[in-house]
């Protein structure tokens, strides 16, 4: 007699399985479902119980992960995500932004008013560190990238001829820094943030110095009219009182 078993990922799905198959009728054959039972072979040794490493449970936890995740099938004819992002080559040269740190925020907001012309720009990426001078831009939908690549695919920047095409999503942009890249990197941003801080002291500064030089010319002006006008009020009142 066959007795073939089941083996279910949850405790709760062999509950279902014997209040809903035990006794369940398969082409006039009733069925018998029952909780399997095992029993030891020998005696208990927790020494040579197996040890399981960190590194396997977190691969047994991703493998159970993997089985527990459901997405539904992509239709026919659906785009895949990766083809909302656009990858944009030669926008820049990396040595510039050693030279002029606020260029990656100039450029990053040229690309995104470009971009939305065609459509709603999600997210702007500049790989400053890339020798090919990459930008990564993710628009709303497949179509929107498509206009994107029309527009930018062999433009010119500058002197530099632009290349757009759709992220294969794989490729990876991002360059790793050194310890010292990055050091030197964080200087310059510092260094850059404190000149602009310094640029706005000037600035509300030279607006205070304005202020005061109208203001003081302002009341210079004002003061020999004012002294002509009480000695022309009090004039016109002795003259009143002569005449009375």
């Not at 509950?15 to 035990?22: G, W």
């Not at 990053?108 to 500049?126: A, F, L, S």
Request: hydrophobic content about 30%; aromatic content about 6%; overall charge negative.
């Amino acid at each position: 007699m066959n007795q073939p078993s089941a083996i279910y990922l949850n405790v709760e799905s062999v509950e279902l399985a014997l209040n809903v198959l035990d006794g369940y009728d398969v082409r006039g054959n009733k069925i018998k479902v029952e909780r399997a039972e095992f029993q030891m072979r020998g005696e208990y040794n927790p020494a040579l119980k197996p040890r399981v490493r960190k590194h396997e449970k977190e691969k047994m936890k991703k493998i159970q992960e993997k089985l527990f995740d459901w997405r539904p099938e992509r239709m026919r004819g659906e785009r895949g995500k990766h083809e909302k992002v656009v990858i944009i080559k030669n926008f820049f040269d990396p040595s510039l932004f050693d030279r002029e740190v606020h260029l990656i925020i100039d450029y990053q907001n040229d690309i995104r008013d470009e971009c939305n012309k065609c459509g709603t720009v999600r997210k702007v990426i500049v790989y400053d560190r890339h020798p090919e001078g990459v930008v990564q831009v993710t628009m709303a939908d497949p179509d929107e990238a498509d206009l994107v690549i029309k527009l930018m695919n062999g433009r010119f920047f500058g002197e530099r001829k632009l290349t757009a095409e759709t992220w294969d999503g794989k490729t990876k942009y991002k360059i790793d820094e050194s310890e010292t890249d990055k050091t030197e990197r964080v200087q310059k941003w510092e260094s850059f943030l404190e000149t602009g801080e310094e640029a706005k002291k000037d600035i509300t500064t030279d607006e205070v110095k304005s202020t005061e030089t109208e203001t003081i010319s302002s009341s210079s002006t004002e003061g020999p009219v004012a002294e002509e006008q009480q000695q022309s009020e009090s004039d016109n009142v002795e003259a009143e009182i002569e005449s009375s």
